[in-house]
């Protein structure tokens, strides 16, 4: 039996996808434990930083891992979870890797807004290689954002962006808090299992902790 056995027929699917995760600080290795909890297999991790101290309250590390690179750390903390996941990892840019095929999904962690443009637009160029789906989660202290896209078009994208100077009301960089990473974790992991069920999903939603209050937008898959 798998390790995901309790949430079978909850969460199933998830294991024929790859799943890139740009960025693994607070929020991509919070999606990544929990995909891999739930059964995804295959993933790509990509970052260029280190496990700092300052990650171990907020991110998926451990004190052990301080001064690891956080691709080799989350490697690591997953393989505890699932051995027989495969894991790539990818401590440059992420335009050096190429896409399989169209199971795959691009979850965005970047600290800054600026990589994450970059980003879309390195995917956008790639007109024949666009992921299935591309999930950006954008985090304050205690407050949270996630932007869905089925279609990755650099102008759907670029009506979401706001710039880093500009963020509101804290940068991915600043503030953050453990509770407020694993919601976004879990929010992620609940977007890609409804859309992979062709159920309605959430196309964009803020959740604030404060007031516990949660605005969203949702989209029912045509038929």
């Avoid at 169209?102 to 390195?122: C, H, Q």
Wanted: with cysteine.
């Amino acid at each position: 039996m798998g390790i995901n056995m309790r949430s079978e027929g909850l969460v199933n699917s998830l294991h024929e996808y790859t799943y890139h995760i740009l960025g693994c600080g607070a929020i991509g290795s919070s999606a990544a434990t929990q995909l891999v909890r739930s059964g995804a297999t295959k993933f790509v991790l990509y970052d260029m930083d280190t496990v700092g101290t300052e990650n171990i309250g907020v991110s998926q590390y451990f004190d052990e891992h301080i001064g690891m690179q956080k691709v080799e750390a989350l490697n690591e903390h997953m393989l505890g979870i699932n051995y027989n996941a495969d894991i790539m990892m990818v401590d440059e840019y992420f335009k050096l890797f190429r896409y399989q095929n169209n199971n795959d999904i691009v979850i965005l962690g970047f600290d800054s807004m600026k990589s994450r443009k970059e980003a879309v637009e390195e995917i956008c160029r790639r007109k024949n290689e666009k992921p299935f789906l591309l999930i950006d989660g954008r985090m304050g202290g205690e407050h949270y954002q996630q932007y869905v896209f089925t279609d990755v078009k650099l102008k759907s994208y670029m009506d979401t962006w706001y710039s880093d100077e500009d963020g509101d009301p804290e940068p991915c960089n600043v503030k953050a808090t453990s509770y407020c990473s694993n919601m976004a974790g879990s929010l992620i992991v609940n977007a890609i299992r409804k859309i992979v069920c062709k159920h309605p999903y959430e196309e964009f939603l803020t959740f604030n902790f404060p007031t516990m209050s949660i605005e969203k937008k949702t989209v029912v898959p045509r038929s």
